[in-house]
Structures are given as structure tokens and as C-alpha cells.
């Protein structure tokens, strides 16, 4: 069972209205201590105002952290390059919903479970041809996600640690037999089944890119590359999306129907629709010379233009995910013989211009994850609008840890947020007779 270990650390006092209150401060292990203010209301009859959660926590953690100016991302404690370099993504999924690095023993049990979790019920795939063949890959993953609510009753009691468990073990296994499903239909070829004897990565590859009509061979350096961006993407504190599937579980919904609200907080260009954005705007872009042009809309105010793949709210440093995606981008457009990818030479150059402008520099934006993470995915064959989908399947995990925790951490209550209301004040109804 989760244990908070947030320790009381003195208070701040704040006087307002004439009266004088104790703010408690509370310290985690690292990072920003916090101002507990969940009596604040009660003592002074004021809320905080926040939009966005710029300085907002909205949870105790123990998952993952990251250091926005030093640009440092730890799962459970352990850096993500190292993780990136020397682990798997079903490592990093135990490791995110366990807290620890699994022995080989566990290692062994936790992978056996997920292979033999990846099957969807027969009846489950004519949710599929409801959708058009040109349905955008996202809206199919919100929609069949949530119904998998519909198919599973018996993990859906989120009071029992076991049907929790299952739940999550359905979750990460499934994503991949769902995402690849939503590519096929789009491609209007065969669904391709789940294979028991191979990893994660190579799985979910040969589901995308297998045909009934020839033998598939998996490419073991992208399966490992896929493997990779799966741990990059897993999990990265209270984002948007992960912040949307705590939301949606505090009001104790079934994880489910959690995760499908975190697939569609996930969908927008500001978040995990970058990576698309990204591509489609090197797209755009299209040569070396025509990269000044977009720096300068960027900078316009006027202009609601801006580089897709830069920024970030949290990091005001390299992304780390940004460096090891670089790495990987190359290692995979070299082994496909692609190297001299044009819009590879549109990234660069743009990176390097952005990097030196004062601009980018002054407002620290540098390149996120998703700035490499489309032309890597597009090489590999993905066609763009799956890349998103690709960020839904790796970071389930992650919204499945956040959840895990949030469910059992005895002082969570239903999120509430309140408001500074500036609308109409009472006034009496006006007959239509009389306006
Ligand atoms: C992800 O939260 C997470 O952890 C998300 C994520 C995860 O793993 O879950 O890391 C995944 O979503 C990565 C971010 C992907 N999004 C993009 O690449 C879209 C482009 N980036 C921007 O939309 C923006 O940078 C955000 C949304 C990422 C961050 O927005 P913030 O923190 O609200 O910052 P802001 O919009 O207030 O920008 C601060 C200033 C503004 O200028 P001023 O109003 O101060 O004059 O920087 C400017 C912005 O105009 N700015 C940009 C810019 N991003 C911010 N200008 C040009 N191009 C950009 N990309």
C-alpha cells in the first residue's frame, strides 16, 4: 500500500484581510519544497488563482521527477538515459508500477503475464468498422479504449488491488494490439494477432507491418529503437494528460474509461500531438533557406505560428528525452539507408539556428521529445497521424502508475478545483415579452 513520506518543515505565515495564517511547508525527497494550502479557503475565505497550474502541486508523487532547469528525468530515481541505454520498456513498466527494478525472476513472471494479456476479445474488433477508413488513428484510440470498459467488469472494482492489477496488466498489454489495429484499418489491410513469443517492441512491429501474404522478419535494431521511444515516452510527471487521468479516477471512474480521458487530453498539438505537429511543420518548411521565414513567424506575436517540437513547461533546459530521440533518430535513419533525409537536414539546421537565436534562447525554449520523434517514427513507416498514437501507447504506463497511486493514496478525495468568477451577479428574469 502507498505510504506518504512528505515531511512538515516549519510554515509561512500570510496575512491578508487583516488576518494572519499559517501556511504549513511541506518537503519531498528533491526538488521544490510546497505551501500546503487545503485550509486556506477555510481560514481566509480566498482561493488561490493558478490557470494552467503554473506553480500549482496537485499531488504528493513518488513516480517520476524531473529537474526543468538542470534538465534531469528520473523513473523511480534512475536517470532515463541510463534507462533508455540499459533497460526495456517492460523492465521500465514494472519498475514505474512497482517502484523497484524487478529480479530476473520477477522480470520473467511480469513479461509472461503481459505476453498472454495482448489477445482482445473476438467480438471486440467490429468496433473498428464502425469508424471511417480515414478516421484519425487518435479518435479510434479514444473511442475503443473506453470501450474496453464494456469488456472487462471484472477488473473494473477499483477498490480491489487485484482487479486493479489485472487492469493494469490488460492496459499495457492491449495498447499495442489496439494501436496496431487502428493503423491496419486505416490501411485498410488485415488484422494482424499478437504473437506470444515475441517482445514487446518486435510485437507490436510485426502487428503494424506483417502482411498474411509473405513471411515478416522482425529488424532487431528497430525493435530496439522502438523499444527505446517507449521508455522515453512511458511517463513524465503531472502533465497534461496524466493530470486529466487523475482527475477522471478521483471521481472513482473505472481505469479504463481513466485512460481513454488521458488519450484524448494527450491528442492536442500543444502536448502529445506535437510529435505530428512537428513533422508536418519541417514538412512545411520544406528546405534549409526557408527556415529563417518560420523563426521569424515564430517570433511573432501576431502570428500564432510556432515551432512545433520547441518549449517546454517544465524544462527550461534540454529535454534529455530530446538528446537520446537525436541518437536514436540517427542510429535508425542509418541503418534504413536514409540518412541524407532531407527533413533530418531541415531538423538539424533548425536546431542549430533556434539554439543561437536570442529569442529562443531569452524564452529558453530548446527542442523536446517530439522534436526528433517524427522523423524517426516516419522512417520506421509510420505514417504521421501515428505518431501520437505511438506517445498513447507508450505513456499508458505511466497513466496507469499515476492512477495506481492515486487510488491508494488514503488522502486523495475527489478533484475539485474552484474559480475567480467575473460573470453576470444576480439579476431577475426578464420576460421575452419586455426585451
Ligand atoms: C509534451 O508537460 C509535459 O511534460 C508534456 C510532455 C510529456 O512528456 O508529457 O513533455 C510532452 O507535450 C512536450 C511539449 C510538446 N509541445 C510542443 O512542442 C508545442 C510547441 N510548444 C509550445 O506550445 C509550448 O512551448 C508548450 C505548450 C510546450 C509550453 O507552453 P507554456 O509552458 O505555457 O509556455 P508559454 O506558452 O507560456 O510560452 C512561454 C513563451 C511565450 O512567449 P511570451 O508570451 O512569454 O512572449 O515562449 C513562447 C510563448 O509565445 N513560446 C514559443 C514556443 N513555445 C513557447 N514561441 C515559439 N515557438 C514555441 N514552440
Known amino acids: 500500500m502507498w505510504e506518504s513520506k512528505a515531511r512538515p518543515e516549519g510554515a509561512a505565515t500570510l496575512t491578508v484581510n487583516g488576518k494572519t495564517v499559517e501556511l504549513p511547508v511541506i518537503k519531498g525527497s528533491v526538488g521544490p519544497d510546497v505551501l500546503d494550502i487545503r485550509n486556506l479557503y477555510r481560514d481566509t475565505g480566498m482561493f488561490t488563482y493558478d490557470p494552467g497550474f503554473t506553480s500549482t502541486g496537485s499531488c504528493e508523487s513518488q513516480i517520476t521527477y524531473i529537474d526543468g532547469d538542470a534538465g534531469i528525468l528520473l523513473y523511480r530515481g534512475y536517470p532515463i538515459d541510463q534507462l533508455a541505454e540499459k533497460s526495456s520498456f517492460i523492465e521500465v513498466c514494472y519498475l514505474l508500477l512497482h517502484g523497484e527494478l524487478p529480479t530476473q525472476e520477477e522480470l ?20 473498428f468498422r464502425g469508424f471511417r477508413r480515414d478516421a484519425h488513428p487518435m479518435a479510434v484510440m479514444v473511442g ?49 494477432s499478437p504473437r506470444n513469443e515475441l517482445d514487446y517492441a518486435s510485437n507490436f512491429l510485426r ?62 498539438p500543444a502536448h502529445g500531438g506535437a510529435n505530428e ?15 529563417p521565414e518560420f523563426i521569424r513567424r515564430a517570433k511573432d506575436k501576431n502570428d500564432p505560428f510556432r515551432l512545433m517540437g520547441f518549449g517546454h513547461r517544465v524544462y527550461k533546459n534540454y529535454d534529455p528525452r530530446a538528446k537520446v530521440m537525436q541518437k ?28 543561437e537565436d536570442e529569442y529562443f534562447i531569452e524564452k529558453k525554449l530548446y527542442p523536446n521529445i517530439d522534436f526528433y520523434s517524427g522523423i524517426t517514427l516516419r522512417a520506421m513507416g509510420f505514417p504521421t497521424e501515428m505518431f501520437t498514437v505511438l ?37 431577475d428574469y426578464v420576460p421575452l415579452s419586455s426585451r
Open 108 to 127: 520473467k513472471t511480469f513479461d509472461w503475464t503481459i505476453r498472454r494479456h495482448t489477445m482482445l476479445h473476438d467480438q471486440f474488433d467490429q468496433f
Open 144 to 192: 475503443t479504449v473506453g470501450a474496453l470498459s464494456a469488456f472487462y467488469h471484472d477488473s473494473t472494482d477499483i477498490n480491489d488491488p487485484k482487479a486493479r492489477t489485472v487492469a493494469s496488466h490488460r492496459m499495457i498489454a492491449k495498447m499495442p494490439t489496439i494501436a496496431a489495429r487502428a493503423y491496419k484499418y486505416s490501411a485498410g489491410q488485415p488484422f494482424i
Open 207 to 268: 502487428m503494424c507491418f506483417a502482411v498474411p501474404a509473405e513471411d515478416y522478419e522482425t529488424n532487431h535494431v528497430l525493435a530496439r529503437a522502438m523499444d527505446r521511444i517507449f521508455i522515453l515516452h512511458a511517463d513524465h510527471e503531472q502533465n497534461a494528460s496524466t493530470s486529466t487521468v487523475r482527475l477522471a479516477g478521483s471521481s472513482g471512474a473505472n481505469p479504463f474509461a481513466c485512460i481513454a480521458a488521458g488519450i484524448a487530453s494527450l491528442w492536442g
Open 277 to 291: 505537429a512537428a513533422l508536418n511543420m519541417l514538412e512545411e518548411i520544406g528546405t534549409v533557406d526557408r527556415i
Open 328 to 355: 536514436t533518430c540517427h542510429e535508425v535513419l542509418d541503418v534504413l539507408g536514409v540518412r541524407d533525409e532531407p527533413l533530418l537536414k531541415v531538423a538539424m539546421e533548425l536546431e542549430k539556428i533556434a539554439l
Open 391 to 427: 506517445f498513447a501507447l507508450a505513456r499508458t504506463v505511466g497513466w496507469i502508475a499515476q492512477w495506481s497511486e492515486m487510488v491508494e493514496d488514503p488522502s486523495q478525495r475527489i478533484g475539485r478545483p474552484r474559480q475567480l468568477f467575473t460573470g453576470a451577479t444576480e439579476r
